[in-house]
Every structure is written in structure tokens, then in C-alpha cells.
């Protein structure tokens, strides 16, 4: 099994700043993209931004160049730099990774339990 533990949400003021850190961890032996997704109340989950392993990133489109997804490879962690908050951003993130377990020859989604962000004044 893979272990995804996300840390770093909280309450932060419209316009603020907050990052995520995502750390992965269990019998791997590859682990391929990773990535953070959120889900408001009433909504659906939605991809806020990816990474994979060679560092190509892909965002939402409601990022607008707000957010930035970084990864360390050597720690298996991933970052989500996110700044201009706005009450939209209000959710619980997700961190996702596509993993090879050991004894395994294919890659499998994995989900961490996720953390809060509520952006308000």
C-alpha cells in the first residue's frame, strides 16, 4: 500500500498564501504522476495540478497562474504553492499518486484523506 500524507491546510485570509506538502510513502517501487485535487461542498472533485516524475506539470483551468506544483523526487514529496486566494478556493485537497507497488507490474491510483483549506475574512 502507499501512505499519501498531506499537510500544510488551514484558514488564510482572501488574497493570502498557503502551501501544501504531500508525502508519499510504503512499499514503492516507482512512483509516477502525482498531484493535488479538491472538492468543495456540493461539487465535484477536480484536478487543481499535476506533476509527473520528469517534472511536466498540468493545471486547472481556474489556476490562472496562481498556483504552482513542485515535486522532490528523492523524498517522494510533492508541494502546492498557492497564493491569491480567493473564497472559491475553499475545499478539501487531495493528493493523488500513480504508484508501482513492489510485486506489481502495473501502476495504481492512490488518495490521501485530504486537508482544508478555507479561505475567508
Known amino acids: 500500500q502507499v501512505q499519501l500524507v498531506e499537510s500544510g491546510g488551514g484558514l488564510v485570509q482572501p488574497g493570502g498564501s498557503l502551501r501544501l506538502s504531500c508525502t508519499a510513502s510504503?512499499?514503492?517501487?516507482?512512483?509516477?504522476?502525482m498531484g493535488w485535487y479538491r472538492q468543495a461542498p456540493g461539487k465535484q472533485r477536480e484536478l487543481v495540478a499535476s506533476v509527473t516524475s520528469g517534472g511536466i506539470t498540468n493545471y486547472g483551468d481556474f489556476v490562472h497562474g496562481r498556483f504552482s506544483i513542485s515535486r522532490d523526487n528523492a523524498r517522494n514529496i510533492i508541494y502546492l504553492q498557492m497564493s491569491s486566494l480567493t473564497p472559491e478556493d475553499t475545499a478539501v485537497y487531495y493528493c493523488?499518486?500513480?504508484?508501482?507497488?513492489?510485486?506489481?507490474?502495473?501502476?495504481?491510483?492512490?488518495w490521501g484523506k485530504g486537508t482544508l483549506v478555507t479561505v475567508s475574512s
Open positions: 493523488n499518486a500513480f504508484a508501482v507497488l513492489g510485486g506489481q507490474f502495473y501502476e495504481m491510483p492512490y
Open positions: 510504503g512499499n514503492i517501487v516507482r512512483l509516477n504522476a
